[in-house]
Structures are given as structure tokens and as C-alpha cells.
């Protein structure tokens, strides 16, 4: 992993993935040769898979960051919403029926 310039942390599930994924551009790059079309350096495909890699898993933190503040929004409307009812409620019972009858 090391020659190739990839990144060389995580598990061994990452590393292998990360590994294949080198292997497949790579010989990507040898067909693109072999038809005399435009090569990309080895060291190259390591930077674009290491930024794809990259942008990945901020864009996953940011979303579950997202969706934690979305989760907390509705749980304290919820709660909202019941110190509301509760705190009516005690004011209907302090102020009486006239009061009710009055609004």
C-alpha cells in the first residue's frame, strides 16, 4: 500500500478495498497505453482514490450530523408541545370556569 502512495489507515476490509480499487484504474491505465491514448501516473490514481476516500467520510459525518440536529429539532418541539399542554392545563385548573367562559 505504501508503494503505491495510498493511504495506509484503516482495517484490513479498507485496505483491501482501497487496494482493489488501485488495481482496476491501474489497469485501466495499461488498456489507455495499449490503445495510445492519455496515461494517468500511479501516484495519481493514489491521490484521486485518497481524495475520493476523503470527501466520502466527511460527507457522511456531515449528514449524520445533519440528521442527529433534525432528530433533536422534533424531540424538543415534542417536549415543547407537552410543557405547553401541562402548563394550560394548570392554568385552566387555577383560574376556574369563569375565566374559561370569559376567552
Same mark, same amino acid.
Given at each position: 500500500?505504501?508503494?503505491?502512495?495510498?493511504?495506509?489507515?484503516?482495517?484490513?476490509?479498507?485496505?483491501?478495498?482501497?487496494?482493489?480499487?488501485?488495481?482496476?484504474?491501474?489497469?485501466?491505465?495499461?488498456?489507455?497505453?495499449?490503445?495510445?491514448?492519455?496515461?494517468?501516473?500511479?501516484?495519481? *490514481?493514489?491521490? @484521486?482514490?485518497? !481524495? #475520493?476516500?476523503?470527501?466520502?467520510?466527511?460527507?457522511?459525518?456531515? =449528514?449524520?450530523?445533519?440528521?442527529?440536529?433534525?432528530?433533536?429539532? *422534533?424531540?424538543? @418541539?415534542?417536549? !415543547? #408541545?407537552?410543557?405547553?399542554?401541562?402548563?394550560?392545563?394548570?392554568? =385552566?385548573?387555577?383560574?376556574?370556569?369563569?375565566?374559561?367562559?370569559?376567552?
Amino acid at each position: 500500500v505504501e508503494k503505491v502512495y495510498l493511504n495506509k489507515n484503516g482495517d484490513a476490509k479498507t485496505l483491501m478495498k482501497r487496494h482493489k480499487e488501485f488495481i482496476i484504474r491501474h489497469n485501466a491505465q495499461i488498456d489507455a497505453y495499449l490503445n495510445h491514448n492519455e496515461m494517468v501516473s500511479d501516484r495519481d *490514481i493514489a491521490r @484521486k482514490i485518497n !481524495q #475520493e476516500e476523503t470527501k466520502r467520510i466527511h460527507s457522511n459525518f456531515f =449528514n449524520l450530523a445533519h440528521k442527529k440536529c433534525k432528530q433533536q429539532t *422534533i424531540v424538543e @418541539k415534542t417536549k !415543547q #408541545e407537552q410543557r405547553f399542554q401541562k402548563l394550560i392545563y394548570g392554568l =385552566n385548573q387555577r383560574m376556574g370556569v369563569q375565566y374559561r367562559r370569559k376567552r
